[in-house]
T-cell receptor
Framework: NAGVTQTPKFRILKIGQSMTLQCTQDMNHNYMYWYRQDPGMGLKLIYYSVGAGITDKGEVPNGYNVSRSTTEDFPLRLELAAPSQTSVYFC?????????????FGPGTRLTVL | QKEVEQDPGPLSVPEGAIVSLNCTYSNSAFQYFMWYRQYSRKGPELLMYTYSSGNKEDGSFTAQVDKSSKYISLFIRDSQPSDSATYLCAMSAAGNKLTFGGGTRVLVKP
């Protein structure tokens, strides 16, 4: 199993550009999450999904959009990139079948907006 | 005030020392408590979890939860250079969403 994979690994965007961060998991997990991690700030939840076709906002959703058309994929869309979106983005998945719902993380995408 | 507070460190210790990490929180609904380890330029991975109050031991790691004080701890015994990483506490009320602390960077020197 590859687990959770994310592409691209790195990206530099200009202000106002758009891009999609890809996330795929091969563990047949129902739950998927997008976080951003700023230095010393821990992980902030952007959006999450409890199954295909169902998404919900997290703590910091402004400037982002998601979709979940399949169990495996959970892409994150940035529209009109701003310098405040410079961060490391992590995708995670969880089965939802155990009480503490262990989350498995991808390797991250480092995004710089200039 | 943040919902989960964690000292950012860095915490530098000699090899073989005991590492003590802790988090405080304000939401009394939290009942699942986790510690994730994150190596540099990698995604976090679950190290330990505890449900409600109590202690849990796993190898050289011990996790403690004191819900009455809203305080959780992680101890690493006989620390090794390979334990150098950022340790993130995370908490959940119902298991589906986690609230993370800011992480503590630990450096174990040979």
């Amino acid at each position: 199993n590859a687990g959770v994979t994310q592409t691209p690994k790195f990206r530099i965007l200009k202000i106002g550009q758009s891009m999609t961060l890809q996330c795929t998991q091969d563990m047949n997990h129902n739950y998927m999450y997008w976080y951003r991690q700023d230095p010393g700030m821990g992980l902030k939840l952007i959006y999450y999904s409890v199954g295909a076709g169902i998404t919900d906002k997290g703590e910091v959703p402004n400037g982002y959009n998601v979709s979940r058309s399949t169990t495996e994929d959970f892409p994150l869309r940035l529209e009109l990139a701003a310098p405040s979106q410079t961060s490391v983005y992590f995708c995670a998945s969880a089965s939802g079948e155990i009480s503490y719902n262990e989350q498995f993380f991808g390797p991250g995408t480092r995004l710089t907006v200039l | 005030q943040k919902e989960v507070e964690q000292d950012p460190g860095p915490l530098s210790v000699p090899e073989g020392a005991i590492v003590s990490l802790n988090c405080t929180y304000s939401n009394s609904a939290f009942q699942y408590f986790m510690w994730y380890r994150q190596y540099s330029r990698k995604g976090p991975e679950l190290l330990m979890y505890t449900y409600s109050s109590g202690n849990k031991e796993d190898g050289s790691f011990t996790a403690q939860v004191d819900k009455s004080s809203k305080y959780i701890s992680l101890f690493i015994r006989d620390s090794q250079p390979s334990d150098s990483a950022t340790y993130l506490c995370a908490m959940s009320a119902a298991g589906n969403k986690l609230t993370f602390g800011g992480g503590t960077r630990v450096l174990v020197k040979p």
